[in-house]
């Protein structure tokens, strides 16, 4: 770390065992991320339970490169739980950054829209065409909402693109307002 770190201490005494705690649970941090310039904690005991006793508040300030995480926990009665707690929420958020820079996010695949262009219902498949021009095979057991057998020529689907041996196919199909784009339209009440 490029500075040192900081462990503030508000409305209670400094202990040396969290001092300690605190310590090692930075340590684990810094191996999570190389690259931590700075780390600031913060542990603040409030009143605000007067009949039910003390209240911990623990923030956490991490510096890397280019990003702060900041996580704040609290916990009734347990100093030692809201730490935990802190630590692992900041874990998870310098992960899933890490992960960001090093650019190991799961990218999800992006819907299209087509048209149903051909169906065989007795055999349990059909063709989809998509926005390119080139049709998508799909299936009986490719279709989400609704069944199969409620589709037609000519209806407007959303699906996910599969490279299959045997070519392109669609995978999860769907019908409804997102694929046709065409709003409900309210008619008031009825007229007696």
């Known amino acids: 770390?490029?500075?040192?770190?900081?462990?503030?201490?508000?409305?209670?005494?400094?202990?040396?065992?969290?001092?300690?705690?605190?310590?090692?649970?930075v340590a684990k941090l810094e191996k999570l991320h190389p690259h931590i310039t700075s780390c600031r904690v913060t542990v603040d005991e409030n009143d605000r339970h007067r009949q039910r006793g003390k209240h911990f508040c623990v923030r956490i300030d991490v510096r890397v490169p280019q990003h702060e995480i900041a996580v704040n926990r609290d916990h009734d009665e347990d100093v030692y739980v809201a730490l935990r707690d802190a630590f692992n929420a900041?874990?998870?958020?310098?992960?899933?950054?890490?992960?960001?820079?090093?650019?190991?996010?799961?990218?999800?695949?992006?819907?299209?829209?087509?048209?149903?262009?051909?169906?065989?219902?007795?055999?349990?498949?059909?063709?989809i065409a998509g926005p390119d021009g080139n049709e998508f095979y799909f299936s009986r057991e490719n279709v989400a909402e609704p069944s199969f057998d409620k589709l037609e020529t000519g209806m407007i689907v959303q699906f996910i693109e599969d490279i299959a041996?045997?070519?392109?196919?669609?995978?999860?199909?769907?019908?409804?307002?997102?694929?046709?784009?065409?709003?409900?339209?309210?008619?008031?009440?009825?007229?007696?």
Do not use: C, N, W
Not at 116 to 122: K, M, N, T
């Open 90 to 127: 900041a874990a998870r958020k310098i992960e899933d950054m890490a992960r960001l820079q090093r650019r190991e996010v799961k990218v999800h695949d992006v819907p299209l829209r087509g048209t149903v262009a051909r169906l065989f219902p007795e055999e349990g498949y059909g063709f």
């Open 1 to 25: 770390m490029q500075v040192p770190l900081q462990i503030v201490y508000h409305d209670m005494p400094r202990s040396d065992a969290l001092d300690a705690r605190i310590r090692d649970k």
């Open 165 to 192: 041996a045997e070519g392109r196919q669609a995978k999860r199909i769907t019908v409804g307002k997102h694929a046709t784009g065409v709003e409900p339209v309210s008619t008031g009440p009825a007229a007696s």
